[in-house]
């Protein structure tokens, strides 16, 4: 072993790689957090919306059809990509065992990227929306996230190359592929070129590929690297991960038309988005393989460990959506599911119960690292996890079996129309108390996340978790 | 029964990338170049940073 | 390692993002475009193009689909939603408002199912006026309070309580167009094969 080998695997090293990744982690952690609060602010008051029609009903900026788009685009643009990449710097210095490069590109691109978000969002809320699912945002703002993207890919990127680390562990392919991905489909999916149906097979080719090549690595990344870390042991097959990759990269690319299904495509279109769709149990089963076996045996630690915590509720809950999914996609499934609150549940399944739990759990991980401070109160985290995790629960079995009986009662044309309609109300009623339930603790994992930045806690290694044991 | 030549496209454009892909992983096994150990699994562990049997547990 | 040389990585990776894309956008592209409009479709008229804005701004698109699927998939047919959509119903669609949510019911012919523009009136100034159970925003700022209307202008059947001081409430601009708009909406002329 060669003596620079050496260097790299002393803490000293390790925690010279974390101290220098903080000030552009910590922005877009911050930057991710504060949007976590807005949108969630907003996704409560489309909610409401549902089942209160004539609340906050004359104002225009807040009527349904407004806010309800503004939520996702905060959600996902503000929050699960901010706080994600966050997360991905601090995980590819690590894994590259050199310091983040161009850090003043990442702190311009957060700057961009908080810009992008606060115009779309306002553009969405004052009237100005593209009117398509996922792609609202007025040019402008797109083309300003499109920029701060390419600037963080380009550290991203220079790390890499500037790389001394001489494995490429696999949490550093799915982070590498989605840099490389991510801005490709931005750009070519907010072309305004397309129309009529062809325009519906972007979006869907957009909005299925933004999980497939931007949230879902991200996520994946990041549990290939907690839960071995966390645990102390390796992960189950690693040649399995592998598989796992490339079937991942190769199937889900072809998903999207799956949310088409009995519309005016091409009948072809729609069954080759359901045979990839089927397709995923394969890298799906790959990676519910490796992330469950490194976990089996260890439960104890998720009563000490959030990260664990929150990262192997959210590695179930991959395997959960994605199987879902699968399913989901079924020309019968869909017949009954399409156009119903049963979707909504399962996208929450995915970016809340899979992304965002796992976005939680990692920084739970990451900010004492980059700070040298630890968490302060453990109850209360304790209180974001129950909160979070009973309010998904309650929120998507709400709507699984609302929708699933959304779609039964509407697919029965002696049905009346309206008596579909009342009948949701009651299952919406239970999707904002358990909505309302994560906002809450949304509050309290804000409350602490700037308690964290105001050194509230104490000072690293005189933590209150060792005596707790 | 008329196939639309999208489909034909499709389904070949998908047939060469499936052959591609199998005869890839065909040569990077037969080369070695793929390791079975699990080797790589255990580079994430060589930084020191706290594991149970360090003590932290978080 | 995932393979030893590192631009078949990177060359992997574009592929798969190319393949996917050749596939879903690019095949389709192609048949699509050669297919025609159907005769009976006619280009939205100014008017209507301003509705379909007004359509979007509000955002409709999350609660209505423009879709209507085949017979023995869904209720459709039996609910007389209209015949399923072909691609060339949607050629001046730009964009594109399929949807994707039916918590309303579908709008790709309401306005052949539909036609009275005052029942619209009404029941965008507010739903639960018309139909009681209704949980569809209302779209006060599509409509104003006035001493009296104008000649030849629509009055919206209002309860008094929404006229403080009497006056009546008539549509503004906006309003009128997204009614023409959806009254516009009637995709019931033959499928041209």
Not at chain 1, 109 to 130: H, I, R
Not at chain 3, 143 to 159: I, M, R, S, T
Request: charged residues 10%; glycine residues 10%.
């Amino acid at each position: 072993m060669t003596s620079i080998t050496k260097e790299l695997e002393t803490v000293e090293f390790r925690e010279r790689l974390d101290a220098e990744s903080a000030i552009p982690v910590l922005v877009f952690l911050a930057s991710g957090v504060l949007w976590l609060l807005v949108g969630s602010a907003l996704g409560i008051i489309a909610s409401i919306k549902l089942h209160a029609p004539d609340w906050l009903a004359t104002i225009p900026q807040l009527t349904f059809g407004r806010v309800r788009p503004a939520h996702l685009d905060v959600v996902a643009y503000g929050w699960a990509s901010l706080a994600g990449v966050g997360c991905l710097i601090w995980l590819t210095s690590r894994l590259c065992k050199t310091p983040i490069r161009q850090r003043g590109a990442l702190i311009a691109s957060a700057a961009l990227w908080n810009l992008g978000v606060l115009y779309g969002t306002g553009a969405v809320l004052f009237g100005y929306s593209q009117g398509v699912e996922w792609l609202e945002y007025p040019l402008p703002a797109a083309a300003i996230i499109a920029v701060a993207f390419l600037l963080f890919a380009w550290s991203i990127l220079s790390t890499f190359h500037a790389r001394q680390a001489e494995h490429l562990y696999v949490s550093l392919w799915y982070v590498i592929a989605s840099v490389v991905w991510f801005p490709i489909l931005f750009v070519v999916a907010n072309l305004p070129i397309y129309s009529g149906v062809e325009h519906a097979a972007v979006n869907w080719w957009y909005g299925h590929n933004a999980l497939a090549i931007w949230f879902t690595p991200i996520g994946l990344a990041l549990a290939y690297y907690m839960i071995p870390k966390v645990i102390g042991r390796p992960i189950y097959s690693y040649y399995l991960s592998l598989l796992g990759f490339w079937s991942f990269a190769l199937f889900y690319n072809w998903n999207g038309i799956h949310h088409l299904v009995g519309g005016p495509v091409p009948t072809w279109l729609q069954t080759i988005s359901i045979i990839a769709s089927v397709l995923m149990v394969i890298p799906v089963m790959a990676v519910a393989v490796n992330h469950h076996m490194t976990t089996i045996g260890h439960f104890k630690l998720l009563r000490t460990s959030p990260t664990l915590r929150f990262t192997v509720f959210g590695a179930m809950c991959y395997t959960a959506v994605s199987f879902q999914g699968s399913a989901e996609a079924l020309r019968n499934t869909q017949e009954v599911v399409h156009f119903t609150h049963y979707t909504v549940g399962h996208a929450h399944l995915g970016v809340y119960a899979f992304l965002s739990m796992i976005l939680f759990g990692s920084m739970y991980y990451i900010i004492p690292r980059v700070t040298a401070w630890d968490w302060p109160r453990p109850g209360a985290i304790r209180l974001h996890f129950w909160l979070a995790a009973l309010g998904i629960s309650l929120y998507f079995l709400a709507l699984t079996i609302g929708g699933w009986l959304q779609g039964m009662a509407m697919n029965n044309p002696a049905e009346p129309f309206v008596n579909v309609v009342a009948g949701t109300r009651g299952w919406l009623i239970l999707r904002s108390i358990g909505g309302s339930m994560m906002g809450l603790g949304h509050l309290v994992f804000a409350f602490l996340f700037f308690e964290m930045l105001w050194r509230a806690g104490p000072r690293r290694g005189a933590s209150p978790w060792e005596d707790a044991k | 029964m008329n196939v639309p030549p999208a489909v034909l496209l499709v389904l070949g454009v998908a047939a060469c990338g499936a052959a591609l892909a199998l005869a890839g992983f065909a040569w990077a096994a037969a080369t070695g170049q793929l390791d079975p150990s699990n080797a790589g699994a255990l580079t994430i562990f060589d930084d020191g940073d706290d594991t149970p049997r360090q003590g932290a547990r978080r | 390692m995932i393979f030893i040389r590192l631009w078949m990585f990177f060359a992997g990776v574009l592929a798969v993002l190319f393949l996917g894309w050749v596939g879903l956008v690019g095949a389709p592209g192609v048949q699509l475009a050669a297919l025609p409009a159907q005769t009976g479709l006619r280009p939205y008229t100014y008017q209507q193009e301003h509705g379909r804005q007004i359509y979007i701004r509000e955002g409709c698109v999350y609660c209505h689909t423009q879709q209507t699927r085949p017979p023995g998939f869904g209720g459709d047919q039996g609910r007389r939603w209209g015949r399923p959509s072909v691609p060339g119903d949607y050629v001046f669609d730009q964009p594109h408002l399929l949807g994707t949510s039916r918590t309303g019911p579908d709008l790709l012919n309401i306005g052949a199912r539909q036609p009275s523009a005052e029942w619209h009136y009404a029941h965008l100034f507010n739903p639960r006026a018309v139909v009681p159970q209704s949980i569809m925003p209302r779209f006060p700022w599509l409509f104003e309070l006035k001493a009296a209307a104008d000649p030849g202008e629509p009055v919206v059947d209002a309860p008094a309580e929404f006229r403080p001081g009497g006056g009546v409430i008539t549509p503004t601009r906006e309003g009128v167009d997204l009614v023409e708009y959806l009254r516009g909406m009637d995709r019931t002329y033959p499928v041209k094969p």
